[in-house]
């Protein structure tokens, strides 16, 4: 299953968890956790982790690697991190239409459950699929577990976006970007790369097809990317303003940003 451990972070000495809120993020390709107190500002645990493919088996393998994982709870919640979703204006979405159109858009998606979010707060709604057997394992094993897609999740991260504001969390080999301009989405999508121009092909071609100027956005990213990495250094030849997004957890041993959705995971459920 070439099962990867990328991260792992555990008390040194026993601490007691008060409160403990358990943040999961899930995509075709990985697994992370963490665990916090309710405030999401001190850190107990955390994992991450990734695989060809993330099945119900390898989440079983990593669960069973990290029983605290499955301890109790004050509240579970779960990020579903899967790039194919549809976003749709309220006044457009009709929940009996939701499945003709994600066949409409991506066809039909055998073994998956397709599932529509509202987001209020931007008139939307995100309607996303989910592989059947990881939900309904999940939903056993979490039974009191909330659940959001990434998109609604990181819209509920967004201040201020004018003159422009480009949003980036990045992955091992893909990267999700919301772009937005005078406080409106312009394009909430996920992208494969595989070296750093693939990332700024991406990046320009959006900025020049709703024109934002590169001297101009905001551009703040967050997720597994280096400062000192050939790929930040290609951003910032490209753009002034950039900014990392960094988790409000103390005393980690790594760079904040690579633990920003889990934060935001477990800000959310606080």
């Given at each position: ?17 008060i409160?403990?809120?358990l943040?999961?993020s899930?995509?075709?390709?990985h ?6 107190n ?12 990734s695989?060809?493919?993330?099945t119900t088996?390898?989440?079983?393998e ?6 605290e ?14 790039p ?9 979405y ?13 066809g039909?998606?055998a073994?998956k ?6 987001t209020?707060q ?15 394992f999940?939903?056993?094993?979490y039974?009191?577990a ?7 999740l990181?819209l ?17 080999d ?18 494969s790369y ?5 990332v700024?092909?991406?990046?320009l ?12 956005v905001?551009?703040?990213?967050s ?21 990392f997004?960094n988790?409000?957890w ?21």
């Amino acid at each position: 299953m070439n099962l990867k451990k990328l991260f792992q972070i555990s008390p040194e000495s026993s601490v007691e968890m008060i409160q403990p809120v358990l943040s999961m993020s899930i995509g075709e390709k990985h697994f992370s956790f963490a665990i916090s107190n309710a405030q999401a500002n001190q850190l107990y645990h955390l994992a991450s982790f990734s695989a060809d493919e993330m099945t119900t088996e390898v989440l079983a393998e990593i669960l069973s690697l990290h029983p605290e994982a499955s301890a109790a709870f004050y509240k579970v919640s779960v990020c579903y991190n899967y790039p194919q979703h549809v976003l749709v204006p309220q006044e457009f979405y009709k929940s009996e239409n939701a499945g003709d159109l994600w066949k409409a858009v991506h066809g039909i998606s055998a073994g998956k459950n397709i599932i529509s979010e509202s987001t209020p707060q931007w008139q939307l709604n995100d309607v996303y699929t989910v592989p059947q057997d990881i939900q309904q394992f999940l939903m056993r094993r979490y039974p009191s577990a909330s659940y959001k897609s990434f998109t609604s999740l990181a819209l509920k991260q967004t201040g201020s976006s004018e003159p422009g504001l480009l949003q980036i969390d990045f992955g091992v080999d893909e990267f999700q970007v919301l772009a937005f301009k005078q406080s409106k989405l312009l394009l909430a999508e996920s992208f494969s790369y595989s070296a750093p121009h693939d990332v700024l092909y991406h990046l320009l071609n959006i900025c020049n097809e709703y024109s934002l100027s590169q001297n101009e956005v905001q551009v703040n990213i967050s997720g597994l990317i280096d400062k000192d990495s050939a790929l930040f250094n290609e951003m910032y030849q490209y753009f002034i303003k950039i900014d990392f997004r960094n988790a409000t957890w103390n005393h980690v041993e790594y760079p904040l940003h690579f633990f920003t959705l889990l934060n935001d995971i477990a800000r959310c459920a606080s």
